[in-house]
């Protein structure tokens, strides 16, 4: 092949691709579409001009153009902290303000149910008589509970934990999938009501 016959054939294209990549900023529709056709046409020209192996510097010129045609067609990446920066200051306080009916009334929800039950169990002595003989309470209180922290190495401890967080993460899911149906292993339907599987 001839590349400088080659070249002299193709150079009004390449040139007008420059042209086009220069202004991508102040496409018309028909300029763009331009663009598009122009940049598979030169990718395809530098993939001949490469096999030649005849001309290093055309060769790094066009993959050059090649390269700023595709940025001006895809579009540029923003890095990734930029994306991360408007997840933090755009997209999740936006999210948050539109299901905030939702989740304003899921955490009011939550702190009336979680206050019903503590008054109801400092009220009602046989509801406390029901979480425990008084005995494994007060121990449960005063050694148990943080015994329970301090029993095990940092970082035994740590996988223990992360562990039991996935697993009922997964059971969550799969559960939560399936609806908590008959089939699954821990739950059990009566009539409308779901209720535990005994063990």
Known sequence: MDLDVFAAAH???WDRLERLVRRRRSLTGSE???LVELYQRVATHLSVVRSSGQDPALTGWLSGLVA???????GAHEPAWR???RF???TFPAVVYRLRWWWILAGAGTVA???SVAVWLASDPAALAALGPPEEIRAYVEHDFANYYV???GASFAAQVWTNNAWAAAQALILGVFLCSPRSSCCSSTGRTWVPRAA
Do not use: Q, Y
């Not at 700023?68 to 895809?74: D, E, K, M, Y």
């Open 32 to 34: 763009v579409d331009e």
């Open 83 to 85: 994306d991360a920066a």
């Open 151 to 153: 029993e095990h190495p």
């Open 113 to 115: 149910f979680s206050a």
């Open 11 to 13: 150079r009004p294209d």
């Open 88 to 90: 933090l200051t755009r």
């Open 68 to 74: 700023r045609a595709r940025s001006a067609v895809t």
